[in-house]
């Protein structure tokens, strides 16, 4: 009979506590962070699409990808590399671009591009540089640093350049240097040799 007692007893107060636990209000403690330093979101092996005027525009890949909407300038970057494509409206591939790292300003949709910067449209043109910026909103590319062309097979080099999104018109305000391509010293589909970068 005691024993039964001490059971009834327990399952009371086991009652009691649930029913104190449920009246409880939860208490959440935010961890105050920095908006300029912590990313909203990070995600990585992006694989995106941009739409511009309600057509798709722009195909995004990148290993990660930071999104810090939170800071004073809303912005993303790209730490590890980021490929970007240009696609006309079949969604076939026009302008490829690539760099080690990349920061894109949301509000004045601008990418600032870092470190071996590469860039090739449908006629096969190459433009190699280590730093570049790209306008979406004036669809124009431009850089202060050294620029190196393979175009119309011939090389040009120098400072200061400035193109449309597609690379087909093109200034630069600084040449250094125009020569024929030696294509028997261009790297061939399989030899394993890189291509060449801007240091």
């Not at 105050?32 to 699409?49: G, I």
């Not at 930071?66 to 079949?90: I, Q």
């Amino acid at each position: 009979m005691r024993q039964l007692l001490h059971i009834v007893l327990a399952l009371i107060a086991i009652m009691t506590i649930t029913s104190a636990c449920k009246d409880d209000n939860t208490s959440v403690i935010s961890h105050p962070t920095d908006p300029e330093l912590v990313p909203t979101m990070s995600t990585a092996d992006v694989q995106t699409v941009i739409s511009d005027s309600g057509h798709t525009r722009y195909r995004i890949q990148a290993p990660l990808w930071n999104m810090f909407e939170e800071a004073k300038a809303p912005h993303w970057t790209f730490p590890r590399g980021v490929t970007a494509e240009e696609l006309d409206n079949s969604y076939r591939t026009i302008t490829t671009l690539k760099c080690d790292s990349a920061y894109f300003d949301e509000v004045k949709q601008l990418w600032h591009l870092n470190g071996n910067v590469r860039i090739t449209n449908a006629n096969g043109d190459v433009i190699l540089t280590n730093e570049l910026y790209w306008d979406q909103g004036k669809h124009s590319l431009y850089s202060d640093s050294f620029i190196h062309i393979e175009k119309q097979g011939r090389v040009i080099e120098g400072y200061g350049y400035e193109s449309n999104e597609r690379f087909t018109t093109y200034e630069l305000r600084q040449v250094e240097a125009i020569f024929p391509v030696d294509e028997s010293r261009m790297p061939h589909p399989g030899s394993g040799n890189a291509p060449r970068s801007i240091n």
